[in-house]
C-alpha cells in the first residue's frame, strides 16, 4: 500500500480521530457511571471496598468505548475482521485502562495521601505517575488491535510505536502547559481545574496522536486469516 496517497492519509486521520473520541468517551462515560455508585454507597463502607463496587460500572463504559474504537479502526484501515477487532479494543483498552487507573489509584494514596514517596513538587509527582500510564493504555491498546489483525509480530510493532508516541506526547504537552501557567499543585490551581485540565488535554493528545501511528503500522499489514478469522468471515 502507497503509504503516500491521498486516500492513506485521510484513514490515518481518520484513525487518529476516533481514538481519543471513542476510548476517552468511553473513560467518561465509565467515569460518570462510576462516579455515581459510588458516591451513592454507605458512608461506612471502606474505601476500597467502593472502588470495588463501582469498578463494574465504569468498566462498563470503557469496555464499550474501546469495543466501538476497533470495530472503526477495522472499518477504516480494511485491517481484521471487525468483530475479531471488535472484541480485541473492548479487552485490550478496557483491561488496560483499569488497571493502570487502579494502579494510579494505589500509588496516589501512598505517595501523595500517606506521603511515602519522594519528596517532589506534585506536579513532577503527576508527571512520573501519568506519562508511563500514557504509554501503557497505548501500548495495550494497539497490541490488541494488532495481534487480532495478524499476530504477535504486528502486535508487539503497533504496541511499542503507539506507546512510546503516547507518552512522549503526554509530556510534551505537560511541560507545555507547565510553561503556559497550568501547574498542578500551584496557587489557585485547585480553582483552575488544573489537574483534570492538564490531564484531559495530554491524554487527548496522547490518544490522537497513538492512534494515527497506530494505523500508519496496521495499514500496511497484508490481509493474512487466520483458521479463526476465516470462521469469523464465513459467520
Given at each position: 500500500?502507497?503509504?503516500?496517497?491521498?486516500?492513506?492519509?485521510?484513514?490515518?486521520?481518520?484513525?487518529?480521530l476516533v481514538t481519543p473520541l471513542c476510548l476517552l468517551g468511553g473513560a467518561l462515560v465509565g467515569g460518570i457511571l462510576g462516579g455515581i455508585v459510588h458516591g451513592g454507597l454507605p458512608g461506612h463502607l471502606q474505601e476500597w471496598t467502593k472502588i470495588a463496587i463501582a469498578v463494574p460500572f465504569a468498566l462498563a463504559g470503557a469496555l464499550a468505548g474501546?469495543?466501538?474504537?476497533?470495530?472503526?479502526?477495522a472499518r477504516i484501515t480494511e485491517v481484521g475482521e471487525p468483530r475479531r477487532m471488535m472484541l480485541a479494543g473492548a479487552l485490550g483498552y478496557g483491561l488496560t485502562a483499569l488497571a493502570v487507573?487502579?494502579?494510579?489509584?494505589?500509588?496516589e494514596q501512598i505517595i501523595v495521601e500517606q506521603g511515602r514517596g519522594p519528596n517532589l513538587p506534585l506536579h513532577n509527582i503527576f508527571t512520573l505517575l501519568f506519562m508511563p500510564a500514557a504509554f501503557l493504555i497505548a501500548?495495550?491498546?494497539?497490541?490488541?488491535?494488532?495481534?487480532?489483525?495478524?499476530?504477535?509480530?504486528?502486535?508487539?510493532?503497533?504496541?511499542l510505536a503507539s506507546g512510546l508516541a503516547a507518552g512522549a506526547t503526554f509530556l510534551a504537552v505537560n511541560l507545555t502547559m507547565q510553561a503556559l501557567g497550568w501547574v498542578i499543585g500551584a496557587p489557585g490551581a485547585a480553582e483552575r481545574a488544573t489537574m483534570l485540565t492538564v490531564m484531559?488535554?495530554?491524554?487527548?493528545?496522547?490518544?490522537?496522536?497513538?492512534?494515527?501511528?497506530?494505523?500508519?503500522?496496521?495499514?500496511?499489514?497484508?490481509?493474512?486469516?487466520?483458521?479463526?478469522?476465516?470462521?469469523?468471515?464465513?459467520?
Open positions: 500500500m502507497n503509504m503516500n496517497s491521498s486516500t492513506t492519509r485521510r484513514r490515518v486521520l481518520l484513525c487518529a474501546g469495543a466501538l474504537w476497533g470495530h472503526l479502526i487507573v487502579l494502579g494510579l489509584t494505589l500509588l501500548f495495550g491498546g494497539a497490541f490488541a488491535l494488532g495481534f487480532a489483525a495478524q499476530g504477535f509480530a504486528l502486535a508487539q510493532r503497533a504496541g484531559f488535554t495530554g491524554n487527548f493528545a496522547a490518544a490522537l496522536v497513538a492512534g494515527g501511528v497506530m494505523s500508519m503500522i496496521l495499514l500496511p499489514a497484508p490481509r493474512q486469516l487466520s483458521q479463526p478469522q476465516r470462521y469469523f468471515e464465513r459467520g
